[in-house]
């Protein structure tokens, strides 16, 4: 019960769905998120580390990124069924819609500099 608690947790706030829905497009970097969401890096370090910490995404470091995704092989059914649910709703919410579009748009390479 405690996971599915920490699982519920993570979710509870917009800001976490947000980043969940915009993982659904594609793997993004912290920079990327922040700028989507127009947040500060630290206060988006500490929503992925809490949806990383609840079993719903994962993170990958390739050179000098770190990416995020979608946790793709859960090893919770709750996990697998939250990914499911997310997936379906909160599709035609227009906060939502303007974060893909901008997801679409977001260069790593020009926010945080670099190749």
Known sequence: MKKLVTIFKALSDPNRVRIMKMLESR?????????VLKLANSTVSKHLSILKNAGLIIDDKEGKWVNYELVSS????????????LKKYSNNDITV???IKQVKKVDRKVICGGD
Do not use: A, F, I
């Open 27 to 35: 793997k993004l970097c912290l920079c990327e998120v922040s700028s």
């Open 97 to 99: 819609k303007n974060d």
């Open 74 to 85: 859960p090893e919770l059914v709750y996990v697998q069924d939250m990914l499911l649910l």
